[in-house]
């Protein structure tokens, strides 16, 4: 497996799964019968139709087989499999979403694989599902269905070299493993910026990235793919951007596009630790590593700082003060209008918190929370800012005393001057100018 979540299930959802009830994070229950026709959308939701459509409910049954040794769910693995198989051409859905398709892509690898390593695979299912697969690489290998500049396209490039290596010795196999290096190599150095940070200016989807690539590498590496070196400094400099955007409670701020997440000291994030000390440090609350060379950053390409009263350690660790100052960097559609807008952490909690993603669909919640008035942020006559950048200072701490300046002109006629003073762990100052031009 290229990702570890393809071997993650549950036992109750397997057994669900026998009866034909389908467990899909988000939704409820649905029966939908032992073997499906391939045709459903019983909630007309773009997420329950990507998990179903990916067969992602369908590796309960390989984590219970692999877990309780019982061939029952094997077994019925593989008709649901075959069943698929047999419908997939005259499906609506099943080849509608390229981001569905590549984690289905993933899931059939898997299962190919450990049913045939526990002679769990007859040599007629085994034809079938390599004949898919095939179809799949070249669906894959479609320019058409490959989401550039998303982090779709991140999976769907992943998929493609997943399926290459795993399977060699098909046709087309080298000619996909080369596609689909060059596009990883392209998802790294065209959604990475210098600073570590996703150019969709989305702490949440900077963890989800991180973690995907960091797969990425770690099975390119076991397979003896060649890395380069590129790849190597930009997971660096993403664990760094890390180390410092975590709020003191291990909580990813709800700046730009988020969703709410805590991040611990396990899995994939312990492996990132052991190679940065100061990550580690943080995970840990200060139990292990060493403490991060500054308490603030200014992180450059993304106009994004942030401010920290303190390393603590143990108990005192989530109490210390953190804020962030968004200069602003418009870069994407996921990009926010909030501009020299900040957030404020202390005491053990969220004192102002950004709002974070509502909806993607187009609507008046998604102008407020896309806009600049539900952030902590100045609005001029009810309006929203323009799209672009905002013009930072320089990040000085003098005496204890953290500051930084920056100014924006994303009103018209107006030009928007904003101070943030740290001063200590309990007094944080902002100095709000506006002036006409």
Do not use: C
């Amino acid at each position: 497996v290229i990702y570890t979540s393809t071997d993650a299930g549950t036992v109750a959802s397997a057994n669900d799964l026998m009866r034909g009830v389908y467990d899909i994070a988000r939704y409820r229950p649905t029966d939908l019968g032992r073997y499906p026709d391939w045709s459903e959308d019983p909630y007309s939701a773009n997420y329950w139709r990507f998990q179903f459509y990916a067969l992602r409910p369908t590796l309960n049954l390989l984590y219970a087989f692999r877990t309780t040794g019982d061939d029952r769910y094997a077994k019925h693995l593989v008709k649901l499999d075959l069943s698929f198989i047999a419908a997939e051409r005259s499906s609506r859905w099943a080849w509608k979403d390229p981001h569905a398709v590549a984690f289905r892509s993933m899931s059939l690898v898997d299962t190919w694989w450990k049913l045939r390593q526990a002679h769990a695979l007859s040599e007629r299912a085994s034809d079938a599902i390599l004949g898919e697969l095939e179809r799949t690489g070249e669906f894959l290998a479609d320019p058409n269905h490959y989401q550039v500049g998303e982090n779709h396209g991140t999976n769907e490039a992943a998929a493609l070299l997943n399926l290459a290596v795993a399977f060699p010795s098909l046709p087309n196999a080298d000619r996909w493993r080369h596609i689909a290096e060059e596009r990883i190599d392209w998802q790294v150095r065209g959604l990475i910026d210098a600073s570590g940070q996703l150019v969709e200016n989305s702490p949440y989807y900077d963890f989800y990235i991180m973690t995907k690539l960091w797969q990425i590498y770690a099975y390119m590496t076991a397979q003896h793919q060649v890395v380069s070196e590129d790849f190597t400094q930009k997971l660096q400099s993403m664990v760094n951007f890390a180390t410092y955007i975590l709020q003191p409670n291990s909580q990813i701020p709800l700046l730009g596009s988020s969703l709410e997440e805590t991040v611990h000291d396990h899995g994939i994030y312990s492996e990132m630790a052991a190679t940065d000390p100061s990550f580690l440090y943080v995970l840990t609350h200060g139990a292990r590593g060493f403490q991060p060379p500054l308490l603030s950053r200014f992180f450059r390409a993304s106009n994004l700082t942030v401010m920290r009263s303190g390393w603590s350690s143990g108990v005192d660790y989530p109490r210390s003060t953190y804020l962030t100052f968004n200069v602003g960097r418009y870069r994407t559609a996921q990009s926010q209008l909030d501009a020299l807008g900040i957030t404020l952490y202390g005491d053990g909690g969220s004192l102002l918190p950004d709002p974070g993603l509502f909806t993607y669909s187009p609507g008046k919640y998604h102008r407020y929370f896309h806009g600049t008035e539900s952030h902590n942020d100045v609005t001029v006559d009810g309006r929203s800012q323009v799209e672009g950048d905002g013009h930072a200072g320089e990040l000085r701490t003098v005496d204890g005393v953290t500051y930084q300046s920056a100014e924006s002109s994303l009103y018209e006629g107006v030009q928007h001057r904003r101070l943030v003073v740290l001063l200590d762990a309990h007094h944080v100052l902002l100095e709000i100018g506006r002036a006409h031009v």
